[in-house]
């Protein structure tokens, strides 16, 4: 959100609902799935196009309330595609990617994420972690066995059982990721308790 | 709204950038309004950056997926991700499976012996293993359980007591070999009344002063009866002895013998 004021906020959150908490769960809903098109579209400033959106949307809301018939979600998407527009004519042309690590890096890197996992998955629920562990276990057609097994043991169906694998995924790789951050990049210095 | 085949081919296809413009429009507002197909983008990004990780994806769909998929920091870091895993899990099954063979079979019980050899069998291999020890088991039983000898044909021959020994005169019943019959039946008239409270045990001794007990003695009219399998028939010349056994086990012997020649 940029330079919206607490009156258009009020406005645009009052135009979604007018139940100010169902409306602020479509605000949040709406944002976030903009950030995700914005970046399936190969966009690297996907929050910053989606709060310029919402900037956009929010600056007309009174003639919304007053003019606009339909899903507010449809309008929103139709301003999201001219932002994006624009940022595609504004957009420099793309740095060459950094290449991939040196062996050295690569395998200090490698390191420091396994001590990571460790000691995320060890503060996993224990079924969650023994979940993952065993969800991601095998290769192929031993992958997919695993997993039917997996599921008729749980009780529930793959798709259900697909679900759980990737909130807790969702879970460890954001604990993974603020472990990353939290530790020393000297891998000899960084042990379970650093976080 | 459940997702159908198409959705989730067509939310695949919009990952790796393979949409038209129409396609990606239409995909891009029905992500805005349903969770269920939001969910799934979520599920087939990460499932997608697992395939590349396995080296599972084609080489046009590699191609797209270097090109067009990572083209953002946030799946570089969601792929830098999906490959720690990967390896974290792969050395995890490494040093899972190195720990179970470095464990000394010396260290383990025989239960944990068997269980450990069994768990690592196929399910085929496990039902042929069930049904071989079942045969065995069976066979086994069937060796070891007492068989009780049933002949199909007999030959009779029916003694009487002879107060005299072989040697002050007395006759022998005789009996040709071969005997031409599974089994010899000799009854032997008793001098007395059947005892029907009491059992009966038959000794049979040879000329060349064997001795053999029957405990399996028939009671039959008047007369006692054993049955002697033909295969244990040698010929010569024997001496039956009745002894009558009461219910406390003390036995009396009848007085005389029974004698019998096997030629």
């Known amino acids: ?33 903009m950030i995700r098109i914005f970046a399936c579209r190969g966009c690297n400033e996907a929050e910053s196009l989606a709060d310029e959106t919402i900037d956009r949307v929010a ?23 001219n932002v994006f527009r624009e940022y595609l004519r504004r957009k420099p042309r793309t740095d060459p990617s950094p290449g991939p690590a040196s062996g050295a890096a ?16 060890e503060h996993l629920p224990r ?23 997996l599921a008729q043991e749980l009780g529930i169906t793959l798709d259900a059982l697909r679900i759980r694998a990737h909130r807790i995924r969702g879970d460890l790789r954001k604990c993974v990721l603020h472990c990353l951050e939290q530790a020393p990049a000297q891998c000899n210095e960084f042990g379970p308790n650093a976080y | 709204m459940a997702l159908t085949r198409n959705d989730l081919i067509t939310i695949r296809q919009y990952l790796l950038g393979q949409l038209g413009e129409e396609g990606q429009q239409d995909i891009e507002q029905r992500l805005l309004r349903e969770d269920d197909l939001f969910q799934e983008l979520e599920i087939a990004e990460e499932e997608l950056i697992d395939e590349y990780v396995d080296q ?10 270097e090109s067009y998929f990572l083209s953002t920091s946030e799946r570089e870091s969601k792929l830098e991700f999906a490959t720690a895993l990967h390896r974290y899990l ?19 019980t025989w239960l944990e012996r068997v269980q450990t050899a069994w768990t690592r069998q196929t399910q085929l291999v496990r039902v042929a ?18 068989h009780r000898y049933a002949p199909q044909s007999y030959a009779t021959v029916t003694l009487t007591m002879s107060t005299s020994d072989r040697a002050a005169g007395g006759q022998a019943t005789k009996v040709k070999l071969p005997l031409g019959a599974d089994a010899l039946r000799i009854e032997m008239k008793l001098p007395e009344a059947l005892d029907q409270a009491a059992r009966y045990r038959v000794e049979l001794l040879k000329d060349t002063g064997e001795t053999r007990s029957i405990e399996r003695v028939g009671q039959y009219d008047e007369s006692v009866v054993v049955e002697i399998p033909a295969i244990q028939l040698a010929r010569g010349q024997y001496a039956l002895n009745v002894y009558l056994v009461k219910s406390d086990q003390t036995e009396h012997r009848i007085k005389g013998s029974y004698l019998l020649t096997i030629e």
């Open chain 1, 1 to 33: 959100m940029g330079d919206l004021t607490q009156a258009q906020f009020d406005s645009l959150l009052g135009w979604l609902d007018a139940d100010r908490n169902a409306a602020a769960s479509k605000y949040e809903r709406i944002q976030l799935r």
């Open chain 1, 106 to 121: 690569k395998s200090d890197s490698d390191e420091r994420s396994h001590v990571c996992l460790d000691n995320c998955l």
């Open chain 2, 56 to 65: 599972a994806l084609s080489t046009a769909e590699r191609k797209q997926f």
């Open chain 2, 90 to 108: 792969s050395k995890k099954t490494v040093e899972k499976d190195a720990t179970e063979r470095s464990v000394s079979p010396s260290e383990l």
């Open chain 2, 129 to 146: 293993l069930f049904a071989a020890a079942a045969v065995i088991i069976v066979g086994a039983f069937w060796l070891v359980r007492p």
């Open chain 1, 127 to 149: 079924e969650n972690t023994s979940l993952v562990m065993r969800y991601y276990e095998g290769e192929k057609q031993a992958k997919i066995s695993n997993r039917k097994r």
């Open chain 1, 59 to 81: 600056a007309k809301v009174d003639w919304l309330i007053a003019n606009y018939v339909g899903d507010p979600t449809l309008y929103f998407y139709g301003v999201a595609q």
